[in-house]
Each structure stands twice: as structure tokens, then as C-alpha cells.
């Protein structure tokens, strides 16, 4: 079976030199890479990650625990700034987690059931396109898939250092990615229905106490960096919610906010709800992308307004300005006219060096 992750590996590879083009989230691999980079450039201090398009302001933002950033800007200070080091990180835990999903198919499956199971892991192609992007999945699928197996050797066999670890895993995966919650409650379906008596141990609150009190304080830390700052991605505070919302799919249609002429406010426009690209949810943060020209170089603008246009309201905006002249906007999805999304992104996170 190891075959099968070394060529999985090996098809990753030739993905971490290539620009960041994953054209859905290539905003997103950009925020992470200019967390890195300010990191690096303004003080290795792990508790004020530091965003680009915090307006005037310093643009510490409220957020999911950046450890990603924070082990890719300790290799910018030895090494010099490269992005792709944000990949093979992501390429590095991707790896140790096809490892745990072995030993957990290993474990449960007849060996050709275990087999066929880590194939469709390994090639499953969302698992293979966030694998070795520069964003906080593959660290939180590590976790993920970690505390899944550690907890079934557990419950195996009840050695105590296998709850703990589960617990560690539990925390990492939660800490940089919230919405991985939900795993306490299979965790916990998980025990009860096969090895209900491994729940009495006093060991089980004691490790479930310890391993949500880190998460607890860092998102509080992190909402008090929103009540200061006023920047957010949408962990508790206001902004674009991580946490889903059931009102978009039940309506038919939905809010795309646009910047207007001057990237410092937005008017909105309605499209079909069948537009995925405009992650519209009432009353969130709708990130809004232009181009303008400053120069030869094209910059990118980003609006954060926050509007609730189902209920009539229109809220504050937050907004980078820069110096430049816009150009066409560019919905979700598509490539800037007569650039690549790869240097789209470049510029976004090279653009607090250039301001």
C-alpha cells in the first residue's frame, strides 16, 4: 500500500512550482501568503496575524490559529522569501495524513477493501487539489485524519497516550480550522456505539477539558483582534461566516456586492442563485475584486463591505485604497483580462511591499 501514497506524492509534486492559478480560491491562497510574508517582514509574533486589506489600519485580523503561515515564514527568514514553501508544507502534512489513513483502513478493512479505499483517498481530486495549496486544509485534514485514527487505536486497545494524541490532533485541526468541530460529536457516536465503557474513563473529560481550552482562547484572542482592528474571516465575529447559512439555498436569488469606481464602496447587483462564484449569505462580507492599473503592473483591489441586502440594510465598509485607476471588475472564478490568476495573486500578496 505504500506504493500507492509515494505515487500520489510524486503527482503532487509537480504542482508546488506552478502559480498559484486555482482560479475559486486563489484569493484565498494569496491571504495566506501575505500572512506569511508579513509575518517574516514584521515581527515573528504568532498572535497578531496580519492581512493586506485592513484599510489604514494594521490589518490584525481576527482568524483560524495560522500555523501554516507562521512555519512558512520561519523558512522565508533562513531561506528567503519562496511561496512554493507554503505548498510543500501543505504537500508534507497531506503525506502523514495518507499515512494515518493506511493505518486506519488497515485496521478496519479486509486488506484488498483497505487497498481500494486508499486509492480513492489518495487520487480523490479535492484531496489532490488542497494538498499542496498554500491554505490551512491540508494542516487541518492532518488533524483530522489523525485524530480519527489515534482514537480508533484507542478504543482498541485503551492505552492512554492514544487518547492524548487523539486529543492533540483533535485541537490542531480545530485551532486552524473551526468548522472541524463536528468531529468531537463523531468521536463521541463513534465510542458509544462500539466501546461504550471507554467513555467512564475520567481520562475522556480530562482530555476533551484540555483540548478545546487552547481553541477556546485563541478565538476569543482572536475576536478581541476584530473589536480592536475591525478585520475578520468570518471565525465568530461578523464578516463572512464559516458556519454556512440555510436562508441563500431557499431563496432565489442572490447578492453579488461589486466595488464601485474608486475601491471604497460597493453597489450590488442580482444573479441567479445557480452563480456559486458569488458566495452570497445574507447579511456576510462579500469580497470584491477589480483590477487596476498603477503604471505598467496591474494591482488588484479587494472591497470588504459588509451588507445584509435581504433584510433592506446596508452595513460599514472596510477597504484597501490604492493608488490606481480600475479597470473592468472581475467576478469569481475568472482570470483578470490579459493576466494569468497566478499573477493576480502575486500581486495581491506583494502588495503591502508596494503601497
Known amino acids: 500500500m505504500t506504493w500507492l501514497i509515494v505515487v500520489g506524492v510524486l503527482v503532487r509534486l509537480v504542482v508546488i512550482f506552478t502559480p498559484i492559478t486555482y482560479e475559486l480560491d486563489a484569493w484565498r491562497q494569496a491571504d495566506t501568503a501575505s500572512i506569511a510574508r508579513n509575518f517574516a517582514r514584521h515581527g515573528m509574533n504568532p498572535w497578531l496575524p496580519q492581512i493586506n486589506w485592513g484599510g489604514a489600519g494594521k490589518g490584525y485580523v481576527e482568524s483560524e490559529f495560522q500555523l501554516l503561515p507562521y512555519v512558512t515564514a520561519v523558512l522565508y527568514r533562513i531561506f528567503g522569501e519562496h511561496v512554493w514553501f507554503g505548498r510543500a508544507i501543505s504537500l508534507a502534512c497531506s503525506t502523514a495524513t495518507m499515512l494515518a489513513f493506511r493505518d486506519l483502513t488497515r485496521r478496519m478493512l479486509r486488506p484488498r477493501v483497505a487497498l481500494l479505499a486508499l486509492a480513492v483517498f489518495v487520487a480523490a481530486p479535492i484531496f489532490v487539489r488542497y494538498s499542496v495549496a498554500f491554505m490551512p486544509e491540508a494542516t487541518m485534514f492532518l488533524g483530522y485524519v489523525g485524530a480519527i485514527a489515534l482514537f480508533g487505536r484507542w478504543l482498541d486497545s485503551g492505552a492512554p497516550r492514544l487518547l492524548y494524541g487523539a486529543g492533540a490532533a483533535f485541537t490542531l485541526a480545530v485551532l486552524v480550522k473551526p468548522t472541524a ?20 474513563s475520567w481520562r475522556v473529560v480530562v482530555v476533551g477539558v484540555a483540548s478545546l481550552a487552547p481553541v477556546a482562547a485563541w478565538y476569543v484572542h482572536g475576536h478581541r483582534l476584530y473589536e480592536r482592528y ?120 506583494s502588495y503591502s511591499s508596494e503601497r
Do not use: M, Q
Request: aromatic fraction near 10%; include cysteine.
Open 230 to 349: 475591525g478585520n475578520t474571516f468570518g471565525v465568530i465575529s461578523g464578516g463572512d461566516s464559516k458556519w454556512g447559512a440555510s436562508e441563500p439555498w431557499c431563496r432565489r436569488t442572490s447578492t453579488w456586492a461589486w466595488p464601485d469606481r474608486n475601491c471604497s464602496g460597493s453597489h450590488s447587483a442580482s444573479l441567479p442563485s445557480s452563480s456559486w462564484g458569488s458566495w452570497c449569505r445574507g447579511g456576510v462580507v462579500n469580497p470584491s475584486w477589480h483590477y487596476c492599473s498603477a503604471g505598467s503592473r496591474p494591482w488588484p483591489c479587494t472591497t470588504w463591505s459588509s451588507r445584509a441586502t435581504h433584510r433592506g440594510t446596508s452595513g460599514p465598509s472596510t477597504t484597501s485604497t490604492p493608488r490606481c485607476i480600475p479597470r473592468s471588475p472581475v467576478p469569481w472564478g475568472s482570470r483578470p483580462p490579459g493576466r494569468s490568476c497566478g499573477d493576480a495573486t502575486s500581486c495581491v500578496a
Open 181 to 200: 468541530i463536528h468531529l468531537a460529536l463523531v468521536l463521541f457516536i463513534w465510542a458509544l456505539v462500539t466501546r461504550r465503557d471507554r467513555l467512564r
